[in-house]
């Protein structure tokens, strides 16, 4: 038996979902792996959660986004509560999170960092590839280049 609680948790975890991160909006919250936990108090809820790194500057704008989304639904009185222990990984953002990543032209984290494994070109799979710049269109990316189609693209590298 589900008690109204879960059900409201539920509920805030769709809603979740729909708040996207304002760099790379084809990814959610929920696919980047920050949002931690919800609780759900008698008199408000709160959100805990993970920056991708300290100091991310999207970071306001998505808590911002997250009460904006909660508000919109009637959930007025929340809490954000930033964990920053442990730290993000990029092992917490989904598969589904790494998909969309691909299809939207950027190369998903490679577990433990790309260094010595390579970055495969989101457009055509080649792991023949060069880093041109550690920063790409934002600090969380590092922009390369494939050698085989010759695109460039961004690799999201946050950690
Ligand atoms: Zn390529």
Known sequence: MENSLDISKQALWQIM??????????????DLGIIRDILVHPEWIEIVYTPTYSGCPAMDVIRGE??????????HTVKLTQKLSPAWTTDWMTEEGKRKLRDFGIAPPVAGGPAPHPVSCPHCGSARTELLSQYGSTACKALYRCMDCLEPFDYFKCH
């Open 17 to 30: 979902e729909r708040v996207s991160d304002p760099e790379i909006p084809v990814l959610s919250v929920v």
């Open 66 to 75: 997250i009460k904006k989304a909660l508000e919109e639904r009637g959930w």
